[in-house]
């Protein structure tokens, strides 16, 4: 079948079928199927990585839905900002399945950086909590969560959960709001090696300071593969 994409490299392709996608869903009804991956490869001439990329992108912005076992459809509209998501919870709406790889886990004391993050005095106990977050099988990001460790007694001397977000509900310290930051950087050498990409590769690092209430209950700095993961932040006006 022709390949349809612009050859002019003015824009990405997973970016000129997701604009594709958008405007062949536009106008259908909430329920109604959205093409498959299958069929998008076919008549694009990408990779499925490619059209699965651009399909995320619509199913964090809301505009597509993916039910398992069934297939993507049109979403019905969200009046709401979406709630503040795990890793887990994050890929499970991106149809993906998360595993993760736990590279440390051990109590430390609190540095200046991560002790006026936490609200905590220099040199407090920490727990430190490094692991290999995979998506479909493949590295995705490198992520690094610093807790108070007062707010978790024992948690280092149990299994240790899938999703800390969970264990952190079990507490009654699941994050109400966050504060995020995101910035475009170059890989170092030893994350390079946890991601499977070659040193200096473009990565997302992202930083998270999750709160409960007024109480601070994680930071965690996260190093993502730019090929693989685009993050969307959902924007509006007050009603």
């Known amino acids: 079948m022709t390949e349809l994409l612009i050859k002019d490299g003015r824009a990405l392709k997973h970016v000129q079928v997701r604009e ?9 009804a909430p329920g109604s199927p959205a093409p498959s991956e299958r069929e998008l490869v076919s008549q694009f001439g990408v990779a499925r990585m490619t059209v699965r990329q651009a399909m995320d992108a619509l199913v964090v912005e809301g505009l597509l839905e993916r039910i398992p076992g069934k297939g993507t459809f049109v979403a ?12 887990t919870e994050e890929m499970a709406r991106r149809g993906m399945l998360a595993e993760s790889v736990t ?22 106990p920490i727990v430190h ?22 707010l978790l007694p024992g948690f280092l001397h149990a299994q240790l959960p899938t999703s800390l ?12 709001w966050a504060e995020d930051s995101i910035n475009a950087d170059l890989c ?9 990409i070659d040193a200096g590769a473009a990565v997302l690092r992202h930083s998270r300071r ?26 509006g006006r007050d009603a």
């Open 165 to 176: 977000y969970d264990a952190l509900e079990q507490r009654g310290l699941r994050p109400t």
């Open 76 to 87: 019905r509209p969200r009046r709401t900002a979406s709630a503040i998501t795990s890793y």
């Open 188 to 196: 170092h050498g030893d994350e390079a090696g946890h991601l499977d």
């Open 20 to 28: 594709y996608v958008r405007t062949l869903v536009s106008g259908m």
């Open 103 to 124: 590279l440390l886990a051990r109590r430390e004391q609190a540095g200046p950086g991560v002790a006026r993050a936490l609200a905590i005095s220099e040199g407090e």
């Open 210 to 235: 999750a709160l409960s209430g007024d109480k601070v209950v994680m930071v965690s700095r996260s190093v993502y593969r730019a090929d693989r993961f685009t993050l969307w932040v959902q924007i």
């Open 129 to 150: 909590w490094r692991r290999l977050r995979r998506a479909d099988g493949a590295p995705m990001c490198l992520e690094d969560a610093y807790l108070t460790e007062s």
